[in-house]
């Protein structure tokens, strides 16, 4: 199985790759990491990318997810799909789903992509609000159907936040009679747009309710012959550890630490490398393929090195709770970017079910504080510091769907 | 890692007792230890995790495990999965 490899050996390569064509998107949603809308200035020509791809099949990729903005905006979107698969490379896409008509469906079919996920967050009103866009839900759910007609296996992905959660049992049902066949889920991390909006973000302690929850309709889901995963970032090390990462939930599987720079690359459309698609550029930049060679980048750059040598330097890069913990060889302070967004450094994850249990335990929970706004870069951060207050301290006011979208108005019109 | 038989959280190598529902771990220790040595004689790895990004999208090797849930499905063609199999083997 491609994506399913030993993370304990020595041998990293870039197996999984995800790599955004272009930052223009056809949506400005409310809680995009990457702040997407324009293309970035120098994206890759056509030209570049191909020469990224032939150091990818060197460097034995074995899969390349492409995104953006939409990565079906850039001029030579289906060239580097076919480059890929040439390669023997798999290739799939996730997108906002707007603009894939039965056309491009086809034309996706046609250059070798076999499946794509679609970002839904939501049911309608929530998806279209977080989407900044009143017919993006109808527009992810015809793209979902044009991609059965075209045969390409549809899934889905879903950032779980405060406007959403409450929906995870109702939007599975919902996902299941759409014939989905896999469902991602995450956790929404205050990056880039999302950081603006710290009244969306999860409160850790949040998890304690969202991972049980998830669990169960795993296991509904395994019934329904559909895959649910969560991503790096949701988590980590409660009682449905093995069953949320487990492929067929039986295999015992676990967050074995973050594996950017190791088994995972990202790669921005302007050929900035870094160890993760969602990691800070201005701290774990690794270098550009149109200075030196991605093989290059790979082999001798000093931030893939130092991501990689993680598992050696555990306990001394940690700090916070995770210094203590007792999963942190194994977890290593869960996802580096989550972490970072947080606190502009990686090594304590406030986000995890494991520690907001221990805490609730002793009566107390933790709460993110925005102390600084992000900067308003793609894959920027806030600051935040963390606020221990009793466990039953009352829950501040989270506005409703209606003043988030007076809110927003407001914010438009000024 | 080994999981507790009570509540199937994961023990840390050197705990007593699981850190999640802190039932002493001894003789679940003891169980899912050879458990954990047939698994590996077996040839299946304990340590393999399915790479996910949170940019990416879900993985594609649970169609390999799971059975066409459609007529409209079982009609796509899967040509690529026999392709892989053959490399894989």
């Known amino acids: ?414 | 890692m080994i999981q507790c038989l009570s509540c199937s959280g994961f023990i840390p190598e050197n705990s007593l007792r699981c850190p999640n529902c802190l039932r002493a771990g001894n003789l679940s220790n003891k169980i899912s230890s050879q458990v954990k040595i047939a698994t590996k004689i077996a040839g299946a790895s304990i340590v393999s995790m399915t790479l996910m990004a949170c940019y990416g999208a879900p993985p594609d090797d649970f169609m390999k495990v799971r059975k066409p849930y459609s007529k409209e499905e079982s009609e796509i063609p899967q040509e690529d999965d026999k392709e892989r199999d053959k490399e894989e083997r």
Request: with cysteine; proline share 4%; glycine share 8%.
């Open chain 1, 1 to 414: 199985m491609h994506r399913r490899l030993d993370v304990l050996n020595n041998k990293s390569f870039p197996a999984y790759v995800v790599w955004e064509l272009t930052l223009r998107c056809d949506q400005r949603c409310t809680h995009c990491g990457s702040r997407a809308a324009l293309p970035r200035p120098n994206e890759l020509t056509l030209e570049q990318a191909l020469l990224v791809i032939k150091d990818l099949i060197a460097l034995r990729t074995r899969e390349v997810i492409l995104i953006g903005g939409e990565a079906y905006l850039h001029e030579g979107f289906f060239e580097i799909i076919k480059a890929l698969r040439a390669g023997g490379i798999e290739v799939g896409l996730t997108t906002g789903g707007r603009g894939i008509d039965l056309e491009l469906a086809f034309a996706l079919k046609a250059a070798g992509i076999n499946r794509v996920s679609v970002s839904i967050d939501g049911l309608e009103i929530i998806h279209d609000m977080l989407r900044a866009n009143k017919n993006s839900f109808k527009n992810a759910l015809n793209a979902l159907k044009n991609l059965k007609q075209a045969h390409i296996r549809p899934a889905v992905n879903t950032t779980i936040n405060r406007l959403n959660k409450a929906q995870l049992e109702e939007l599975y049902d919902f996902l299941k009679l759409q014939n989905i066949t896999a469902w991602q889920v995450q956790i929404l991390a205050p990056l880039g747009r999302a950081a603006d909006r710290p009244d969306m973000l999860l409160q850790p302690y949040d998890l304690l309710d969202i991972i049980p929850r998830l669990a169960l309709i795993k296991k509904r889901a395994l019934e329904d012959n559909i895959l649910i995963m969560s991503g790096n970032n949701l988590g980590y090390f409660g009682p449905d550890e093995a069953l949320l990462r487990s492929l067929d939930g039986k295999t015992g599987d676990y967050f074995a630490g973050c594996q950017a720079g190791r088994y995972i690359l990202g790669i921005e459309s302007d050929g900035t490398i870094k160890g993760c698609p969602s990691l800070q550029t201005y701290y774990y930049a690794a270098g550009s393929v149109k200075e030196k060679s991605l093989t290059e980048i790979w082999q001798s750059s000093e931030e893939l090195l130092s991501l990689r040598s993680k598992t050696k330097n555990t306990k001394k890069e940690l700090w916070g709770f995770c210094k203590t913990c007792d999963y942190a060889e194994v977890c290593q302070g869960g996802c580096t970017f989550t972490a970072h967004a947080l606190f502009g450094k990686a090594g304590n994850n406030p986000y995890c079910f494991y520690r907001a249990q221990v805490l609730a335990r002793k009566g107390v929970r933790e709460r993110l504080v925005r102390t600084h706004p992000a900067l308003n870069k793609p894959f920027d951060h806030a600051l935040f510091r963390l606020q221990v207050e009793d466990y039953n301290a009352p829950e501040p006011a989270e506005p409703s769907v209606g003043q988030m979208l007076r809110i927003r108005r407001n914010k438009e019109q000024a």
